[in-house]
């Protein structure tokens, strides 16, 4: 199977636990469970809407990240986007977690604007 993963993050390393506040995503390509070139890409300004149009826009076929509002996570959905919530630390062990079908959306939905801090 092959899927392109989405991963906002600060550092190259660990999964940023709130989408909009991501320097980068880094966008791992996976064919036959086996990770094939993973990607770095500055998003735009964070607006409702633009994230979700710019990880489709690249492709992906998964977003993993801490958490983000119930509009976001809808339009993902809209976009064939699957959204896995929740996730924290190094974005190698979730994309493996994840190949495996080990790691699970644990629902953390923001309830929020994107100006206020989310508890995930």
Do not use: W
């Amino acid at each position: 199977m092959d899927m392109k993963v989405a991963f906002p993050t600060n550092d190259r390393a660990t999964v940023e636990e709130h989408f909009g506040h991501a320097k980068e995503f880094a966008f791992a390509e996976v064919t036959d469970g086996k990770v094939e070139a993973t990607v770095y890409v500055i998003p735009p300004p964070h607006a409702p809407g633009v994230i979700p149009e710019f990880v489709k826009s690249q492709g992906a076929t998964a977003i993993i990240t801490g958490g983000m509002g119930g509009m976001a996570v809808q339009m993902f959905k809209d976009f064939g986007i699957d959204v896995i919530l929740g996730a924290r630390g190094s974005i190698t062990e979730a994309l493996d977690f994840y190949i495996s079908g080990n790691l699970e959306s644990t629902g953390s939905v923001c309830n929020h604007t994107h100006d206020e801090n989310c508890d995930h």
